[in-house]
Each structure stands twice: as C-alpha cells, then as structure tokens.
C-alpha cells in the first residue's frame, strides 16, 4: 500500500468513527444506519486487503516531486549549453519547487483527482516548453504561428465569455509585444518574457504542444 493510499485510509476511517457517534448520539442505531455503517466498514476493509482504491482516481505518487532531480539536470545542462540564462534557470527551479507544492497540496487528502492531475501535467508541459530541450510533434513555432494558435483556439476552449474577453485582452497584448520584439535584437531576457507570456497564454486556452 502506498503511503497516500494509507493516508486516506485513515481519513476515512475516522470519518467512519464520526458518523457511528452521530448516529448513536440517540443510543440507539436504526436499521438503516447499521447497513450504511457495515457497507462503508466494508469497503474500508476491501480497500486494506488490496492495497488500494477502485474510484477512477490516478496512482497516489508524488510523481512531479519525483523528478524534480531529473528537471533540474536538464536546466543546468540547458544552462551550460547557454540556450538558458543563469537567471532563466534560477527562476524554472523555483516555478519547479513551487509546482510541488501545488501536488503537495492536491495530495493532502492522500488522492490526487483526474483534473488536478490534469492542471498539474498542464502546468508541468509549461515549464517543459519553457526548458527547451522538449521537441512537441517535432516542430519548433515561432512565436506568431503559437499567437495564431492561440487565436484559433479560444473560441473553442470552453472557457466563459468573462475568461475569453480576459484572454483576448492578454492575447493582444503579446501580439504586440511579439510585433515590437520582432522589429529589434531582443535580448535574452526579452525573450524569456515572451516565452512565459505565450506558455501562459497556450496553458489557459487548453493548447497542448
């Protein structure tokens, strides 16, 4: 058994606890009542001899935590091959360790949901996309073919007409900050910005590269 299965193993055991004294603060148990806390004991038991949960939900590993050694190497190497700037590489290692604690914080309950282990394979894709060294379908874009993705896609990203017109001000906005870096020699850092701009843009629009 894993040690996030045991957790909620025991979250739901002491949840158990809790409604046997609610339904024996009368002193008396309803026939009802023993059936409902015999089926949940039950299952409780089902869960301890197999080692795990049948509900659909993903394995209950802190896999981003797992590999934050491997992210890192990768960003050093990306650093030494100077296609990242040491600042560009101090800042993904801290989004990294902060990334964590967003699964830390998914796994308090000791289970990890389909959409949160989706937010965090989106977000995780982002930070990918921001190291470099991760070929999508083998193409690199350029910035204004990943614009005109964007573009496309909002219209059918199922977001709210709020989050749209959000988007489309912030969509905009890189448009032109794509259009002025294009006319210049941006630097580096420049186009660290850009790239975190559009990663944002592509993650809140549903846009998987």
Avoid: C, W
Avoid at 169 to 182: G, I
Wanted: hydrophobic share 35%; proline share 1%; aromatic share 6%.
């Amino acid at each position: 058994m894993s040690q996030q299965t045991a957790v909620r193993l025991k979250s739901d055991y002491a949840e158990l606890v809790q409604l046997e004294n609610r339904y024996g603060a009368d002193r008396r148990f309803t026939s009802t009542e023993r059936s409902d806390l015999a089926d949940r004991y039950g299952a409780l038991t089902q869960v301890l001899s197999v080692g795990a949960y049948e509900d659909g939900q993903t394995a209950q590993t802190a896999e981003i935590a797992d590999g934050r050694a491997e992210f890192e190497r990768r960003v050093d190497a990306g650093v030494s091959a100077r296609r990242l700037s040491r600042t560009q590489g101090t800042r993904l290692k801290s989004d990294y360790a902060a990334l964590i604690r967003v699964e830390d914080g998914y796994l308090r309950d000791g289970v990890i949901s389909a959409s949160e282990r989706s937010d965090l394979d989106a977000r995780l894709d982002a930070l990918d996309v921001r190291v470099g060294d991760t070929s999508y379908g083998g193409v690199t874009q350029t910035p204004r073919a990943r614009l005109d993705a964007i573009g496309r896609a909002l219209p059918s990203s199922g977001l709210s007409s709020a989050a749209q017109a959000q988007l489309r001000v912030e969509y905009e906005d890189v448009s032109h900050l794509e259009a002025a870096y294009a006319q210049l020699n941006a630097s580096p850092q420049d186009q660290a910005y850009l790239e975190q701009r559009l990663t944002d843009l592509e993650t809140r629009t549903r846009i998987r590269r």
